[in-house]
């Protein structure tokens, strides 16, 4: 590892100009920078667009040694290897090492290490479980080993790769007391700790940028049968801007886009059933404006860099707040207007739900916990913003924080009421009932329903059972939520949302105060119904 631990900031700023003609960093990018150095275990959290690569990009190029760089997709390894062969007359100060390498190539690729001219070697989780490699790698310099798109190491993630579990015992067998740097765009806490964990890299200096996108404004709307209108009406209103609208199928895209051509709105479909040719001149036909809008699977968005996407439309709700998250960020990238209108109707949630059951129990599992919040982020009727910042581990001020008046609930605020007693209640069925429960068991438990579970932990029979039974079921969920977000209660994500009692929710039961809340959205299913909202 590396001692040299004083780094003079102006033999940084010079060398981000020498390698990548900027002047100043951006966001963390510096820290990050000087904790890698300084030869310490890092972990950077930096939203998509925050500058991630560089984090590693140049402390490898001012560094001796070669950095090795894990990443999931050699489709992005080869085109940052490309970039930083741009900024140099030597082609061999990157690699990409793979199966694919012929064995003159892979001799190469040795050679450049070996006479210290790579300063980044860019591998494939699996690449790294070739006893060859690794033996080799065991034999020359390395400057670090940073794990891109860390996040694949969890089940909590959105893109688990079984391969990046193997990483901590490959860096034990490499260079002694080698940094291992973790980057990711993904900012739930289950997942970071998830990162920690299996990276081994406790105690590691964490910087997480914020996830705010002041810009955006999130607003969710009831799906009716009148769906397809809503959205033509939407789209027409915003006429000649750039827009992305998301559906779950294949043939739901295509049926959209034509619905919207019919009515006069240029669209192309976009989905990863066509081949590649038509996907490349659908995709260019969007990013040169021939199109306004694009409707797509998720297919689409992986590397779309266009800066003036004005919308974001999610016909069906997605998976996990997450995936919404990551959609919704293609909007107003150039910090201009970014509106993200999701549809929502508690009948998609359960389509979802089918979809996951025919596979392992455990990933159900988790599969449902993430719909639960995506069910609770579309009712809630508090700042929409806070609700996605906090699933995020972050606080936000929905008074004055940046972007608070920037959803459809702060502005058409709900009536507040009143809600100290109540509060007090669920705290008291939640520490009552040994905190075994989830939200679904807690509300039972208030309004004295009971169910197999209930009975099971016998929780009838506690003094708690029915406490709540002069409110419905939708009053309580609500408070559940608000009282997650203020701090008061608390999920076990581990155990798939067990509630638990945090310490402020003890004092609160301590010396009760004041609890403004808010009734949730309700929603009624699809077809037409009236709906309230
Ligand atoms: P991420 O991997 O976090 O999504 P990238 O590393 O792709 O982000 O960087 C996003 C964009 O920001 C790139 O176009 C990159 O060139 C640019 N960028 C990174 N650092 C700086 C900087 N210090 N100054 C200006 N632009 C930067």
Avoid at 137 to 155: N, T, Y
Avoid at 476 to 502: F, N, P, S
Wanted: aromatic share 8%.
């Amino acid at each position: 590892a590396n001692d040299k631990t004083v780094i003079d900031n102006t033999e940084l700023h010079a060398a981000l100009k020498k390698y990548f003609g900027f002047a100043e960093f951006k966001g963390l990018q510096q820290d990050v920078v000087a904790s890698i150095l300084q030869g310490k275990n890092t972990f950077a959290i930096m939203p998509t667009g925050g500058g991630k690569s560089l984090c590693y990009q140049l402390p490898a190029l001012m560094q001796e040694g070669t950095a090795i760089v894990v990443s999931p997709l050699i489709a992005l390894m080869k085109n940052q290897v490309d970039a930083i062969r741009g900024i140099s007359d030597q082609n061999g100060i990157a690699h990409v090492l793979n199966s694919s390498l012929t064995k003159t190539e892979v001799r190469q690729v040795k050679q450049d290490i070996v006479d210290g001219v790579t300063k980044l070697l860019y591998v494939a989780p699996e690449s790294l479980t070739k006893e060859d490699y690794v033996e080799f790698l065991q034999s020359v310099k390395l400057s670090f080993i940073a794990v891109d798109e860390a996040h694949c190491i969890s089940e909590w993630g959105h893109d688990f790769r079984p391969e990046y579990r193997n990483l901590r015992a490959i860096v034990n067998r490499l260079d002694d007391g080698i940094p291992v740097i973790a980057l990711t765009a993904t900012a739930t806490p289950k997942v970071q700790e998830d990162i920690i964990k299996n990276l081994g890299i406790t105690g590691a200096n964490t910087f997480k940028a914020s996830f705010n996108r002041p810009n955006l404004f999130y607003e969710v709307r009831p799906k009716t049968a009148n769906v397809d209108s809503d959205i033509i009406r939407f789209v027409k209103k915003n006429a000649g801007k750039s827009g992305i609208i998301y559906c779950l199928s294949r043939k739901r895209v295509e049926e959209l886009a034509q619905v919207l051509q019919v009515n006069g709105v240029s669209a192309v479909p976009y989905h990863a059933g066509f081949d590649a040719k038509t996907r490349s001149k659908y995709q260019d036909m969007f990013l040169m404006e021939d199109v306004d809008v694009v409707v797509a699977t998720i297919a689409f968005g992986m590397g779309i860099d266009k800066p003036d996407v004005r919308f974001v439309i999610h016909h069906d709700i997605p998976k996990s707040i997450e995936s919404y998250y990551q959609e919704t960020g293609r909007a107003g990238r150039d910090d201009g207007e970014g509106h993200c209108l999701a549809f929502y109707s508690y009948k998609d949630i359960e389509k979802l739900e089918k979809f996951m059951s025919n596979k392992p129990v455990a990933e159900q599992e988790i599969g449902n916990a993430l719909l639960q919040e995506v069910v609770a982020y579309a009712e809630t009727s508090m700042s929409r913003r806070k609700f996605m910042l906090h699933y995020f581990g972050e606080e936000f001020d929905e008074v004055n924080g940046d972007g608070a008046d920037m959803d459809d609930n702060a502005r058409n605020p709900k009536e507040k009421v009143e809600a100290k007693d109540d509060v007090v209640k669920v705290l008291q069925v939640v520490q009552g009932t040994n905190e075994k429960f989830k939200s679904k068991e807690v509300v039972r438990t208030l309004i004295g329903k009971i169910n197999a579970l209930i009975s099971s932990h016998k929780a009838d029979e506690k003094p708690v059972f029915g406490i709540g039974s002069d409110k419905d079921k939708g009053h309580w969920m609500a408070l559940i939520r608000q009282m997650l977000v203020a701090g008061l209660i608390k999920k076990e994500i581990e155990q798939y949302g067990i509630l638990h009692v945090t310490d402020k929710g003890r004092e609160f039961l301590a010396s009760p105060q004041s609890f403004m809340m808010t009734k949730d959205h309700t929603y009624t299913d699809g077809d037409g119904d009236t709906i309230v909202k």
